[in-house]
Each structure stands twice: as C-alpha cells, then as structure tokens.
C-alpha cells in the first residue's frame, strides 16, 4: 500500500509539473465546450431577416402587415422592391415578400390575392424554415380576413421537463470524449516506458507489476474525476447546463468509462512496438469514435448504413449514459444495455491486454 | 573465497539466433567480474537473465545461493542494477527519485546519503530531465545502490560517456568494490575491461572463449608485443611476417600491427625494409599487447566490428 501510494504521489507530481498535460487533461475539453457553446449558442433563438415591399396601401395589405409584424421569427424590414431584392442578393435577407398594387382591389372583388416571395434555394434555411412559417402567416390572414373561427389550437407540450439545447446535448459528449483520450493516451506513455527502458529498470526491483499498473489506474480514474468535476462546473457557470441525475451514478459512470478506454489502450500497447506507431493507432482509433459515436450530434442524422458502426462503438454507450444523467436526454438505450456493452468492452479487451502484452 | 554468482549451461535463443549459448562462468564475492564482447555477442541476454528480466531456456542461475527462477523477488532485492534510462520520471527531483525508489526495497540507503556518494550535491533538487549526461550517468548509479545491494550489476555503465565521466564512474565502481560489493559488469571497452575488472570473460556469438584476469589472458595469448604504423602503400603480409622477430601481422585501414618477441629486430628489420622499397612509414610505436589483441587472435576481428 505504501508503495503504491508513493508511485500515485510521483505520478501527480509529474503530472501536475507538465504543463502539456495539464492543458491536455484540463484546458483542451474547456476549450472545446466553449467554442462549440458559442458556435451553437446564436441558434437558440431563430430569427430571419425578410424584406417586406408594400405596393398596397389597402385595409387587406395593411392586415397582412401587421400579422408578418406579429411573427417573432421574423425582424421585418419594409422598403423599396429593388433595395429590397439587392439586399437578399447581399445576403442580408432571408427572403423578401412582395405585397402587389392590386392585392387589395383583387380580395375586395372576391379574387385571390398574389403576393410573390422572392429567396434563395441555396440556403436552405429559407426553404425548410421560412417557406413554412410564411404559408403559416397566409392562412392566418385568410382566417382573419374570411372571419372563419379556428378549430384547432396547438397547444405546444415537450417531452422534457426542460428544452434540449444544442450544448446540452454537447457537454456530456465531450465528457465522454475527455474519458476516452484519457484512457487511449495511456498507451502512448506505456509504450514510451518500454521503448525507453523505464519498464526494464522498474522490473529490476522487487516492486510488484501489478502495484506499478493499479497506481497508474488509480492515478488516471483521479484525473478523470477531476475533468468531470471541472467539464460539469464551467458547462454551468458559462452556459447553465445543468446536473440533473445523480453524482455517484455519474461518478460510476466516469469510472466505467475511463476503466474501458484505459484497457483499450493498454490492448493497443501490446500491439505496438515504438513511439512513432503508436499515435497514429490511437489517432485512428479515437476520431472515428469522436465523430461517429453521436458525441457531438444525434446519431439521427447519420445515415442508416452508419448505423452498425456507431452501434458497435463503446463511446456511443458512454456518451448515452453521461448524456441521460446529466440533462435527461431521451435515452438511446437503457442504461443497463449501456453498462453491459461498457463492461464487455473493458473485460474483452483486459483479457487481450493481459494476454498479449510484453514487458520488453 | 566464495561464488556469489554461478552460471552454469546458460542458453537463450530468439527465433533462430541464438543470444547465449552454452555460458557458464562464476563470479566470486567481492570481485568486479566484467564480460566484454562486441555488440550483439549476447552480454547483455546473459546480464539480463542473471538480473530476472528475462527467463532462460535452459541452464542454472543461483544469486547469492539462490535459485533466479524459485526466488526472483527476493534476489531483486538483494542486488542493484545500473541501467542507462534517460526518461525515468523526468520532472520528479533527484532526491525524489531515490526516495521513492528505495521505498521499492525492504531497506534503503538514504538518499541524502547515496546523493553524496556519487557527487550530485549541487543538482540534488533538479529534474531528472534537466541533468546532463554524466549526471544521469550518476543517478542510475546511485539508484542502483539504493537497497544497499550485495552484488551490483553495470551494463555498459560508461558507453557513450565522455573521458571524465567515465572516470567518475570507475571510481563510484571501484569505491563499490572497496565497500566490500561483488561488481558484474559488461563492456566493449578494452581500456575499462583491463583497468577495471579483476577478471574478465571474453564472449563472442553467446559464447565464452576465454576467462581470466587481464594480465593472464594477454599474458596467455601474447608473449609479444605489437608494433604499430601507417604505411603509405598496400603492402602483402606476407612480406612483414618475414621480419626477424615477427609472429602475426595485421593490416586494417592502411594501419599495420605487427607481433613480435623481439622488438628492436624487428623494428631495425622493417627500417631496412621501408629504405630499401622507398616506403614511408608515419604514426609508429610500440605497446605492449592488450585484451583488444587477445580478442583480435580469438576470433579474428576486433572487438567494435
């Protein structure tokens, strides 16, 4: 016990003395909530810019007016048709809405009244967005203007307690993301103390192997810990994502996690000889994870053939479980499927580890 | 005198090379015992497993009167073992890692001690990484010494140092040795096998060809004494072994040896000789043989081929 407690205080002290590792441990995950916050942050509130040109002054266009005023996604702008049009040429209008001379005359004489929209198909936006809320717009007026009483009110109810925002749905996943470069990353230092003897000459002392392993264990699961603890912190401070589950199941999860990921590394660090291979190992291991795991967006929006991959990867169960405790995400499966696949991963590749890695 | 190390029938081999075959040697108490060999002659196999970092295929190791394969933490702790790793814990201090090395070991010299010893006063709050070649030279010295060991081993303790910190070295060896501690080392150096070792194990292809002390080796293989110079021609050798006194001749790089039991016969032989043909000859002494010839006789190429 003593000596593995004295091999856990060297391995802080190294740790806490590298300011690469500190920043990669602590400073990177931050970074990424941060940039990824600000990115997602302007899209909580969904406006569109429309230009509005009134060649109509009639009673019918004035109501039209007045009810495109009354859309809250919409930050009207009213003025002449060809400013108009050259500003959504600029991009500075999402689209532009053109009420005709004749619009109320046509109406008064029972007609149907034209009005043209004018956008651009390249943005996508326009067309998945602002095409439906104007059709919405329209037959509000044609309501208020027919007088005809609605039958249907929709009344709007989620599913949550609380609106999913973007960087909700994102810390979690850059926690479980932090878990797996902490656990893959050891590898490297493994395989870095073999080539460079440390293993050979901590070998020559009576110092048990399985001492030397469970101080490094114990020393990442510290760390990870603390990542979780800090993520969790300044995702609160900064963006108010909340904590919503339970801290020890939360902790056990982390500790799931870590345990997985570690063993994983250390089954890459049976395989692979030097230094100069092992990065692109681990490289070409984690990025898939990172992007295909639904860490950073729902699985959803992958392509169904994607679907086997990122079903088979450990990071899509972590992500799931860190993501369902904290914000109460709508669960991808159940945590138990969740802490079973985890668990297979990590004894699976232990045993590979155990099995095939070299000292020397 | 007693073994504190005996070797008997050692055999290691990777694949199809074989690194050690058939080693058998024994090293008394209190004796340095170097094993000297070019690199790859399977010094460092035979090191290893005598240490319990490697497992023989075959053969008998006992350290101390115990069995390498029945005892290997309790040998560990026993003996220390020098061993050149530059990135052991690179930001803890010296002192931190001799703490926390001798805490490996049921007893420990102090570190203030051992810092004291090999002469790392003034860098003893360093990070490893921060020290210069010689001081890490040192460390691993002083780790080595940090269970207070019976026997110490030294793997190439001194490759790749600089005259003066292989110096430091010799000493802290030596000091070693004083303090009463049985010394194997292995070495392509011919200077440290002769200046440092009381006997010497000559191995080459993972086997041993000769054991002896220095003297009795040189003394065994040569009664001669080598002369040598630069020739500015190829020159048969024929022709030199003619010499009156000469016994073997041997040409590398332009550089001529020449053996002989009779050194002024010889020399004023090959003065005739170099007048008469018009040859010069530069760069010319004498010395007396050294492990480096008892080598070159043995297996017939030098010792950092």
């Avoid at chain 1, 203007?145 to 989620?158: D, F, I, R, W, Y």
């Avoid at chain 1, 990870?224 to 589950?245: C, E, K, S």
């Avoid at chain 2, 040998?75 to 010296?94: C, D, E, F, N």
């Avoid at chain 2, 043989?289 to 190429?301: H, M, Q, Y």
Wanted: hydrophobic share 45%; charged share 20%; glycine share 8%.
């Amino acid at each position: 016990m003593k000596v593995l407690s004295n091999l856990l205080i060297a391995n802080i002290k190294q740790f806490v003395r590298e300011r690469a590792a500190l920043f990669w441990s602590f400073a990177f995950p931050l970074i990424f909530i941060l940039m990824f916050g600000a990115v997602f942050s302007g899209t909580d509130d969904i406006s569109f810019s429309v230009g509005l040109v009134m060649e109509d002054d009639s009673p019918s266009a004035q109501t039209l007016s007045t009810v495109l005023g009354q859309v809250t996604a919409f930050e009207l702008s009213t003025g002449e048709k060809d400013s108009e049009l050259q500003a959504l040429n600029d991009g500075d209008r999402g689209a532009v809405i053109v009420v005709p001379a004749d619009f109320g005359e046509t109406i008064s004489q029972g007609g149907k009244g034209n009005i043209d929209v004018y956008y651009d198909p390249a943005k996508s936006s326009s067309q998945q967005a602002l095409l439906p809320i104007i059709r919405q717009v329209l037959n509000e007026f044609d309501r208020i203007v027919g007088q005809a009483p609605s039958l249907v009110q929709l009344n709007e109810k989620t599913l949550q307690t609380r609106d999913m925002r973007a960087i909700d749905y994102l810390v979690p996943g850059i926690l479980a993301m932090a878990m797996m470069q902490l656990g893959l990353f050891a590898a490297e230092l493994l395989v870095m103390d073999r080539e460079n003897r440390v293993l050979k000459r901590l070998g020559a002392t009576p110092l048990r192997r399985s001492t030397l392993i469970g101080s490094a264990v114990i020393f990442r699961l510290i760390i990870a810990l603390g990542q979780a603890a800090l993520i969790i912190i300044v995702a609160r401070l900064v963006f108010d994502v909340p904590m919503m589950g339970n801290w020890l199941f939360l902790a056990g999860m982390v500790i799931l996690g870590t345990l997985t990921f570690l063993s994983l590394g250390y089954m890459i660090s049976a395989f692979v000889r030097t230094q100069e291979a092992v990065m692109p190992l681990i490289m070409a291991i984690q990025f898939p994870m990172m992007f295909l795991s639904g860490i950073f967006f729902p699985i959803e929006f992958m392509p169904g053939f994607m679907r086997p991959i990122v079903e088979a990867m450990p990071l899509t169960y972590l992500g799931d479980s860190l993501r369902q405790i904290m914000v109460d995400a709508a669960p991808l499966h159940d945590h138990w499927v969740n802490v079973g696949v985890l668990g297979g991963w990590f004894v699976v590749s232990l045993v590979v580890a155990v099995r095939f890695f070299k000292w020397e | 005198m007693s073994a504190v190390l005996e070797v008997q029938n050692l055999r290691k081999t990777y694949g199809d090379i074989k690194a050690v075959s058939d080693v058998s040697f024994v090293v008394e108490q209190g004796e340095i015992f170097g094993m000297l060999g070019p690199n790859g002659a399977g010094k460092t196999t035979t090191m290893e497993i005598v240490e319990g970092l490697r497992i023989a295929d075959s053969g008998n190791v006992r350290v101390l009167g115990m069995d390498i394969k029945q005892r290997p933490r309790r040998i560990k702790a026993s003996i220390g073992v020098q061993l050149q790793t530059t990135s052991l814990y690179p930001r803890l201090t010296v002192r931190e890692v001799l703490d926390l090395f001798g805490s490996f070991f049921p007893r420990a010299v102090p570190s203030g001690e051992l810092i004291k010893l090999v002469g790392l006063e003034d860098s003893s709050n360093k990070f490893c990484k921060n020290l210069s070649g010689g001081q890490q030279q040192r460390l691993s010295v002083a780790l080595a010494l940090v269970n207070d060991p019976q026997i110490l081993f030294f793997d190439e303790p001194t490759a790749g140092l600089d005259p003066q910190a292989r110096h430091n070295i010799w000493d802290v060896i030596r000091l070693a040795k004083e303090k009463g501690k049985t010394v194997f080392l292995t070495t392509h150096y011919m200077e440290e096998a002769e200046r440092l070792c009381d006997r010497v194990a000559i191995i080459d292809h993972g086997e041993i060809i000769a054991t002896d002390s220095p003297e009795k080796l040189i003394e065994q293989y040569f009664k001669e004494e080598a002369i040598e110079f630069q020739l500015d021609r190829p020159l048969a050798g024929e022709v030199l072994r003619q010499l009156a006194g000469a016994t073997n001749v041997v040409t590398e790089n332009g550089k001529v040896t020449v053996y002989s039991n009779a050194v002024p016969a010889t020399i004023s032989a090959l003065m005739e000789m170099a007048r008469q043909m018009g040859m010069k000859l530069t760069d010319l002494y004498v010395r007396r043989a050294t492990l480096e010839d008892v080598f070159l006789k043995l297996t017939g190429r030098r010792i950092r081929d």
